[in-house]
């Protein structure tokens, strides 16, 4: 009986002892600077009631130029073990000049999803980016909400409302609950909310900032429908000609449910772009999945493949880094913005905000304030 007691507490000790890191990263505070052109922090409650108060009712940063103009929705964290969205989402909420039209910025969409790392996958729970005064650490995330937040899965997820049977570990990825459904999971109430936003604040264009391995042909690239593609083409020619690196553009398949470069097209009139940039910490094959990888993209497997040309993206021993990856989301952005603007007058889209060269020369990190030293009024708890 004695043994079976002390067996019992030595389990809880652990048990307690091995959860602890989980609830400090689920409760880790991630510190957001807002920039010169944010007018506004809100929930995205704001469209949808029921979002209240739970884990998915994320901030939203509302940028504005001095004119008015076209409107963009920018969403980061639709899959939160991809953090060059992320990342992206931060500097630009920071640093991004506005000078006409209006540009909102969701920086965890899916913000169950950073609120633990990947099960099984062997990921770190967090990553920083190295800057003058420090690191500034990001929780890392998985790709669908946390099944503390949505359990149990069905066994297969339909979706809504096109009834197409999908795996059941897709009713928890909001890259697969587009539109969404007022009365549905959580998953499908915040594609719900961000609909309803969409249609409310009349958006011109959304943007779902990705990461797709190496080794996976829809990498490094511009997902569109078909009335989207004009501006993604132009988009891509641009960028190679300025500036120097490939992003190539994919159509966004018609009988696929549920992805936000599908739905948002099909059930409102913005304008949806999904950037995939190359995380090569994604891919199978990679050795460790340590922080140094997710933030220098280098690896030596990753490197065996690119010799027996298994890759769809241009790799060397540089890796793709972080750098590299927000980078090339800055200046896809920005030209995204100018052939858009071309095209509609009325609705111009006019921006300042540093682009791929600058951002590789300097480092991600130095355009991070530190938030100690700002003006405590500008800091937002992500
Ligand atoms: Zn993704």
Redesign the pocket.
């Known amino acids: 009986m004695k043994s079976k007691i002390i067996l019992i507490v030595a389990l809880v000790v652990f048990m307690i002892l091995a959860g602890m890191p989980l609830y400090q990263q689920r409760n880790f505070e991630e510190k957001i600077i807002t920039g010169d052109s944010v007018v506004d922090v809100f929930k995205l409650s704001k469209y949808f009631e029921p979002l209240e108060g739970t884990v998915q009712d994320t901030n939203v940063y509302e940028l504005k130029g001095e004119e008015p103009g076209g409107k963009v929705l920018i969403i980061a964290g639709?899959?939160e073990?991809?953090p060059s969205?992320m990342t992206f989402a931060f500097f630009m909420v920071e640093n991004m000049k506005v000078d006409k039209g209006t540009i909102y910025i969701i920086p965890h969409f899916n913000r169950s999803g950073s609120l633990g790392t990947q099960a099984g996958g062997g990921f770190p729970l967090y990553y920083d980016i190295d800057t003058e005064w420090g690191e500034k650490v990001f929780r890392f995330g998985d790709?669908g909400l946390q099944p503390l937040d949505q359990w149990p899965d069905p066994d297969v997820y339909v979706h809504y409302p096109e009834g197409q049977l999908l795996s059941y570990i897709d009713s928890r990825n909001t890259?697969r609950t587009w539109p969404g459904k007022a009365n549905g999971t959580l998953a499908e109430q915040t594609t719900y909310a961000a609909m309803q936003m969409i249609e409310d604040e009349d958006i011109d264009i959304v943007i779902d900032l990705?990461?797709?391995e190496t080794m996976y042909p829809v990498t490094n690239c511009i997902v569109v429908p078909e009335k989207s593609k004009p501006y993604a083409i132009g988009t891509s020619l641009f960028v190679k000609g300025r500036e120097g690196f490939e992003n190539h553009v994919e159509p966004s398949p018609t009988g696929y449910r549920g992805l936000s470069h599908r739905e948002i097209g099909d059930y409102s009139d913005a304008y949806p772009f999904l950037f995939?940039s190359p995380g090569a910490h994604l891919d199978q094959i990679t050795a460790g999945k340590t922080v140094d990888l997710i933030v220098s993209g280098i690896d030596p497997f990753i490197m065996e493949a690119e010799k027996k040309g298994l890759l769809f993206v241009p790799y060397d021993e540089n890796g793709f880094s972080m750098d590299r990856r927000v980078g090339q989301h800055s200046s896809v952005f920005q030209e995204l913005m100018s052939q858009w603007s071309k095209k509609n007058k009325d609705k111009e889209v006019i921006v300042e905000v540093p682009k791929y060269a600058d951002i590789v020369e300097n480092g991600l990190g130095y355009y991070f304030k530190n938030p100690d030293e700002v003006d405590e009024d500008l800091v937002y708890i992500e």
Request: without cysteine.
């Open positions: 639709t899959h073990n991809e969205a790709r890259n990705h990461e797709a995939e």
